[in-house]
């Protein structure tokens, strides 16, 4: 998949002579452009307040994909809100297939202090002019205030950039569309619709496929006649075993049916990613379930007494006593700051870690709208350790366990494990020496995006089973709990799906376990 930025998906609107730039817009599904109402009234000549859905057509090119030739075209008006200032187009014919739609930020999520930048056209500048800043939060008409560096000298934010989307560079992502600029003199400051805004217009709604958090991906709703699903997920038209979306976190989830396990089940193609994670801890704690403490010099999010995760940078400032090169040398995760939980910087994609079995719990509650309080005793959505090894190694050809989710043969370059970045098989004799010989490499041992490397999926179609992050599952509630599949510094026989499983303490967050969520489901008779 490509990679999205402002250059793949930006367009410039002109005036009706197809000379002078009046404002920006930015592609939100294929063919159709999302701008401001004003942008489209003053293409056309129109007043800027002007209320009716203009019908003529609009000219617009492409100045960042075809720097030597813009490629003029048209584009037509098919939603229409002038109250909320924004305008949704549809291109004539085919737009460019360099043209990509821009990935949105899904959801509410706190940007304070975030950098982010943008494009526009101000009068005068037809060649356009980047612009820098940070984030402040929303204001009371709900816009999101944007707020140039004092000390950087290039253009700020001003009449001409009306439509640009506003780049967050902390979450690779569109977080809203400049709408209006502060024009008093010496002061930076402009404002944006946020992306929660337009997320709902009559385009997204009708046309707009869904976005997986894990990888941008685009999915399709699509029509399903088998095994009844809960009203959580919706089937998708992706190839393979049957794919369902669920809409809380934007989470995939495949369906496993066969022998082993005995009951068909859901489980989710990727572990849980910190971004996913950060929105759960922001709701619940918005609803007055989650509180944040400091406990042993860090801060913890407690839920009933209870710690469900922890932040990442305070854990990575305290490696181990009595292992101190067992320890990332870079932090990733999630980080609590402005009272709230988001991911640090890269780590958005990368699996939640830091998380208490109780956590992982609560959030496949949260995740299929199932969680009340009091909490059910019994009540989870992790897999237990059948489910686990069927999601894994089940092959649907041959309707038998295989020995990895691949094949027969283990393969040290597809796994996320101690050998990964050594470029060598480690195992478990000569794992703990190994790594206190070679401090360095361990340090860039580390998860990574719960997208790559799917060379490591399993026949049902579930990504990196194995390696990357051990993942919770559910069994007899004790002290300890199982975790199972190995990490990025695991000896190659831990991330064996044939070994038994490991435990560790229910109540102790680890930079490296993770999970993923997991639903049974009845046969429909």
């Given at each position: 998949?490509?990679?999205?930025?402002?250059?793949?998906?930006?367009?410039?609107?002109?005036?009706?002579?197809?000379?002078?730039?009046?404002?920006?817009?930015?592609?939100?599904?294929?063919?159709?452009?999302?701008?401001?109402?004003?942008?489209?009234?003053?293409?056309?000549?129109?007043?800027?307040?002007?209320?009716?859905?203009?019908?003529?057509?609009?000219?617009?090119?492409?100045?960042?994909?075809?720097?030597?030739?813009?490629?003029?075209?048209?584009?037509?008006?098919?939603?229409?809100?002038?109250?909320?200032?924004?305008?949704?187009?549809?291109?004539?014919?085919?737009?460019?297939?360099?043209?990509?739609?821009?990935?949105?930020?899904?959801?509410?999520?706190?940007?304070?202090?975030?950098?982010?930048?943008?494009?526009?056209?101000?009068?005068?500048?037809?060649?356009?002019?980047?612009?820098?800043?940070?984030?402040?939060?929303?204001?009371?008409?709900?816009?999101?205030?944007?707020?140039?560096?004092?000390?950087?000298?290039?253009?700020?934010?001003q009449p001409g950039y009306s439509g640009a989307p506003?780049?967050?560079?902390?979450?690779?992502?569109?977080?809203?569309?400049?709408?209006?600029?502060?024009?008093?003199?010496?002061?930076?400051?402009?404002?944006?619709?946020?992306?929660?805004?337009?997320?709902?217009?009559?385009?997204?709604?009708?046309?707009?496929?869904?976005?997986?958090?894990?990888?941008?991906?685009?999915?399709?709703?699509?029509?399903?006649?088998?095994?009844?699903?809960?009203?959580?997920?919706?089937?998708?038209?992706?190839?393979?075993?049957?794919?369902?979306?669920?809409?809380?976190?934007?989470?995939?989830?495949?369906?496993?049916?066969?022998?082993?396990?005995?009951?068909?089940?859901?489980?989710?193609?990727?572990a849980t990613t910190c971004l996913q994670f950060s929105?759960?801890?922001?709701?619940?704690?918005?609803?007055?379930?989650?509180?944040?403490?400091?406990?042993?010099?860090?801060?913890?999010?407690?839920?009933?007494?209870?710690?469900?995760?922890?932040?990442?940078?305070?854990?990575?400032?305290?490696?181990?006593?009595?292992?101190?090169?067992?320890?990332?040398?870079?932090?990733?995760?999630?980080?609590?700051?402005?009272?709230?939980?988001?991911?640090?910087?890269?780590?958005a994609q990368l699996p939640v870690t830091l998380v208490?079995?109780?956590?992982?719990?609560?959030?496949?509650?949260?995740?299929?709208?199932?969680?009340?309080?009091?909490?059910?005793?019994?009540?989870?959505?992790?897999?237990?350790?059948?489910?686990?090894?069927?999601?894994?190694?089940?092959?649907?050809?041959?309707?038998?366990?295989?020995?990895?989710?691949?094949?027969?043969?283990?393969?040290?370059?597809?796994?996320?494990?101690?050998?990964?970045?050594?470029?060598?098989?480690?195992?478990?004799?000569?794992?703990?020496?190994?790594?206190?010989?070679?401090?360095?490499?361990?340090?860039?041992?580390?998860?990574?995006?719960?997208?790559?490397?799917?060379?490591?999926?399993?026949?049902?179609?579930?990504?990196?089973?194995?390696?990357?992050?051990?993942?919770?599952?559910?069994?007899?509630?004790?002290?300890?709990?199982?975790?199972?599949?190995?990490?990025?510094?695991?000896?190659?026989?831990?991330?064996?799906?044939?070994?038994?499983?490991?435990?560790?303490?229910?109540?102790?967050?680890?930079?490296?376990?993770?999970?993923?969520?997991?639903?049974?489901?009845?046969?429909?008779?």
């Amino acid at each position: 998949m490509s990679s999205q930025t402002i250059e793949n998906c930006l367009v410039r609107f002109l005036d009706s002579d197809g000379g002078d730039a009046v404002g920006v817009g930015f592609a939100i599904a294929p063919n159709h452009v999302l701008t401001c109402a004003h942008v489209v009234n003053a293409a056309l000549g129109l007043e800027q307040d002007q209320p009716d859905q203009p019908q003529k057509e609009l000219l617009l090119d492409y100045p960042l994909l075809f720097l030597n030739d813009p490629q003029p075209d048209k584009a037509r008006v098919i939603h229409w809100d002038i109250n909320q200032d924004m305008a949704v187009l549809q291109i004539s014919g085919t737009a460019p297939n360099e043209l990509k739609p821009a990935k949105l930020l899904m959801g509410s999520i706190n940007v304070w202090e975030h950098q982010f930048r943008t494009h526009g056209y101000p009068t005068g500048d037809s060649a356009g002019v980047w612009s820098t800043g940070v984030l402040r939060a929303k204001n009371s008409q709900k816009l999101l205030q944007l707020v140039g560096d004092e000390n950087d000298a290039c253009h700020f934010i001003q009449p001409g950039y009306s439509g640009a989307p506003v780049w967050d560079e902390t979450l690779s992502c569109v977080i809203g569309m400049v709408v209006a600029s502060d024009q008093t003199k010496n002061l930076k400051v402009a404002y944006a619709i946020p992306a929660d805004s337009f997320l709902g217009t009559q385009l997204s709604e009708k046309q707009s496929p869904w976005v997986v958090s894990a990888t941008d991906q685009r999915v399709e709703p699509g029509s399903w006649h088998g095994i009844q699903v809960p009203e959580q997920y919706t089937f998708t038209t992706l190839p393979g075993n049957p794919h369902f979306f669920r809409a809380k976190d934007g989470q995939l989830s495949i369906l496993c049916d066969d022998q082993v396990a005995g009951t068909p089940f859901l489980m989710d193609k990727f572990a849980t990613t910190c971004l996913q994670f950060s929105r759960f801890l922001n709701d619940i704690q918005d609803r007055g379930h989650v509180t944040t403490e400091i406990r042993d010099d860090e801060y913890c999010a407690i839920c009933d007494g209870v710690i469900i995760a922890v932040d990442c940078l305070d854990r990575w400032k305290k490696p181990s006593a009595n292992v101190p090169w067992l320890h990332a040398g870079k932090p990733y995760g999630l980080h609590y700051a402005n009272q709230r939980w988001e991911p640090l910087y890269e780590s958005a994609q990368l699996p939640v870690t830091l998380v208490t079995w109780w956590g992982a719990r609560l959030y496949s509650l949260w995740a299929h709208s199932k969680l009340n309080f009091p909490i059910l005793e019994n009540l989870t959505y992790l897999p237990d350790n059948r489910q686990w090894v069927t999601a894994t190694c089940w092959n649907t050809e041959q309707h038998k366990l295989q020995r990895y989710p691949w094949g027969q043969d283990w393969n040290r370059l597809i796994v996320n494990f101690s050998g990964y970045k050594a470029d060598r098989n480690i195992t478990v004799a000569e794992w703990n020496s190994f790594w206190k010989n070679n401090r360095n490499l361990y340090e860039t041992a580390r998860p990574i995006k719960v997208s790559e490397l799917t060379e490591n999926t399993s026949p049902l179609g579930c990504v990196q089973m194995i390696g990357n992050v051990w993942e919770w599952l559910d069994g007899p509630r004790g002290d300890k709990m199982s975790i199972r599949g190995g990490c990025a510094t695991s000896a190659m026989e831990y991330c064996d799906p044939g070994n038994q499983s490991s435990t560790w303490s229910a109540n102790r967050a680890d930079e490296y376990i993770g999970f993923r969520c997991c639903y049974p489901i009845r046969r429909s008779v």
